[in-house]
């Protein structure tokens, strides 16, 4: 009889304790998310109160309604192609760049269900290197695991807010003109020519090409025209890649402006137009691909002058 209690008592037993890790683990969810409530500077109206390479994204949540007509998404390389000022005093186009630093293909799909739940712009730029940035499937695979666990646990991503919230710290003002960060540094490109014209295609990975389109899908639900830009980078973009990209533009019907293809024709002068060596342009650079977009905007759609 003893031997048989025995047997009976150890499944049970093993039971339980599943029962207990399952019951922690979703208290342990539930005070996460309670945290991620408190300390959401979405919700507290503080786009300050985040890592440098959020504030942008940030900022763009916590923008009232319905107040933008043009969105320029992207990583660094978003940051540095379009001023919206420049758009506003030159054309009276409303536009934000929200760029975020180091921004992933998973960052800027979640960033743009997110946009567009709360703005309803005519155009929405997408600047390609979020997308093209030569990167391993794995690599890939893991940045998106850990944005799918940042979203769904935000107090991860904004761990640090309590110190603000608390006053033990003042956080540095957000003061960037909606999204764009004038770089005025030059710092020259003496490299070789990097745009030969070629019939290869560049690799870009599978994750990246399915939240390319996820993002166009979206787009294309909230009635958003989707419209591909590569910023000039001899650091980044290469004929092949241009030609992967074009690709899925044309068999999408999107337009597809990639400035390393038209750098001749604005004029981009790699001795004067960079201020990291052909990483990124700087303000002088940034005119040029400014205006280019101002006439292609003002000639393809019928944006309200808001001067």
Not at 86 to 92: H, I, K, L
Request: net charge negative.
């Amino acid at each position: 009889m003893q031997d048989s209690d025995v047997k009976k008592t150890k499944p049970q037993s093993k039971k339980l304790r599943w029962l207990e890790i399952f019951g922690f683990l979703i208290v342990f969810a539930v005070v996460l998310k309670v945290i991620s409530y408190v300390i959401d500077p979405i919700r507290n109206d503080r786009p300050d109160m985040v890592l440098p390479r959020d504030k942008s994204v940030t900022a763009a949540l916590t923008e009232k309604k319905d107040t933008m007509d043009v969105l320029i998404v992207g990583d660094s390389e978003a940051m540095v192609v379009a001023s919206p000022k420049m758009m506003m005093e030159e054309a009276g186009i409303e536009a934000y760049n929200c760029n975020q630093l180091g921004q992933r293909s998973f960052d800027a799909y979640l960033f743009v269900r997110k946009i567009l739940d709360k703005q309803h712009p005519q155009v929405m730029i997408l600047e390609t290197n979020v997308i093209a940035q030569e990167t391993l499937l794995k690599t890939e695979a893991l940045m998106t695991n850990s944005a799918l666990v940042n979203e769904i646990f935000p107090v991860i991503r904004y761990h640090s807010n309590w110190r603000y919230l608390s006053g033990l710290e003042k956080p540095e003002p957000y003061d960037v003109e909606k999204g764009f960060e004038a770089v005025e540094v030059v710092d020259p490109y003496n490299g070789d020519e990097y745009m030969f014209e070629t019939e290869k295609r560049g690799y870009i990975n599978g994750i990246a090409m399915f939240n390319l389109e996820q993002i166009r899908k979206l787009c294309e639900e909230k009635g958003v025209t989707l419209v591909l830009v590569t910023s000039p980078s001899p650091v980044n973009m290469s004929y092949p890649v241009h030609n992967t990209l074009q690709d899925y533009a044309d068999e999408n019907n999107l337009d597809y402006i990639d400035f390393n293809v038209l750098k001749d024709e604005i004029g981009i002068d790699w001795s004067q137009d960079t201020g990291d060596a052909g990483d990124h342009i700087n303000i002088y650079g940034c005119e040029k691909t400014t205006r280019y977009l101002i006439d292609y905007l003002n000639e393809n759609y019928d944006l309200p002058d808001h001067r």
